[in-house]
């Protein structure tokens, strides 16, 4: 079983900067595909950033291109999500995401198999 827990969010001013991490117990690492994920109150879970199983390559939503780096430490089974220039239509709860089995078409859709309990990130002045 796969438990995944993230960390990092807090409040932050706009143009700033955060890190968020999600723990892995369990087997992961390079086999898995991983995503980062959020959802802004009344609106749905988006796609934010993936890294795909194996080959590592990296992928963003456009809203994020530029600003976030996803990143994978395979020696602690973490997952980063670096934010910069941080606006405030960022602001939402954020979600790490695992699959295994996950084919590169849909690595922007929800059905990942492991997902952990989000983490908070406002940004406000």
């Known amino acids: 079983q796969v438990q995944l827990v993230e960390s990092g969010g807090g409040l932050v001013q706009p143009g700033g900067s955060l890190r968020l991490s999600c723990a892995a117990s369990?087997?992961?690492?390079?086999?898995?595909?991983h995503g980062w994920f959020r959802q802004a109150p009344g609106k749905e879970r988006e796609f934010v950033a993936a890294?795909?199983?194996?080959?590592?390559?990296?992928y963003y939503a456009d809203s994020v291109k530029g600003r976030f780096t996803i990143s994978r430490d395979n020696v602690k089974n973490t997952l980063h999500l670096q934010m910069s220039s941080l606006r405030p239509d960022d602001t939402a709860v954020y979600y790490c995401?695992?699959?295994?089995?996950?084919?590169?078409?849909?690595?922007?859709?929800?059905?990942?198999?492991?997902w952990g309990q989000g983490t908070q990130v406002t940004v406000s002045s």
């Open positions: 369990g087997r992961t690492g390079t086999s898995y595909t």
């Open positions: 995401a695992a699959d295994p089995r996950k084919i590169l078409s849909t690595i922007r859709n929800l059905d990942y198999d492991y």
């Open positions: 890294i795909f199983r194996n080959s590592g390559h990296t």
